[in-house]
């Protein structure tokens, strides 16, 4: 059974930094992408970034590139998302989620929210002052 358990939001002032976790279990981080998407009031859901350990490819929108760095702790089951410089507009339910292609990395997986079938309970990230 597929699980992805977010933690790590909370609240922030612009300019600062917090790290997003995901407890991936139920299948191999070695063959299925995992992407960050996030949510805002009013707002459609927004792909931010991906990884797929096969082809050790990571893919970020363009919003966050330079700020945000997706990463993998396969030992621990872990995807991370580390969010510097936040700016107000990060501010969102942030959630993890995983596909059904398997051995398809994100280049071929890309962030549309239609590709991912599995996802995470969403964590909250406020950046305010």
């Known amino acids: 059974q597929v699980q992805l358990v977010e933690s790590g939001g909370g609240s922030v002032q612009p300019g600062g930094s917090l790290r997003l976790s995901c407890a991936a279990s139920?299948?191999?981080?070695?063959?299925?992408?995992v992407a960050w998407f996030r949510q805002a009031p009013g707002k459609e859901r927004e792909g931010v970034s991906c990884?797929?350990?096969?082809?050790?490819?990571?893919i970020n929108v363009d919003s966050v590139k330079g700020r945000f760095t997706v990463s993998i702790d396969k030992a621990r089951s872990m995807v991370y998302l580390q969010m510097d410089s936040l700016k107000r507009e990060d501010t969102a339910v942030y959630y993890c989620?995983?596909?059904?292609?398997?051995?398809?990395?994100?280049?071929?997986?890309?962030?549309?929210?239609?590709?991912?079938?599995?996802w995470g309970q969403g964590t909250q990230v406020t950046v305010s002052s």
């Open positions: 990884i797929s350990e096969m082809d050790g490819n990571t």
């Open positions: 989620a995983t596909t059904t292609y398997a051995g398809l990395g994100c280049g071929m997986i890309g962030l549309a929210s239609a590709r991912y079938s599995y």
């Open positions: 139920g299948f191999d981080l070695d063959y299925y992408a």
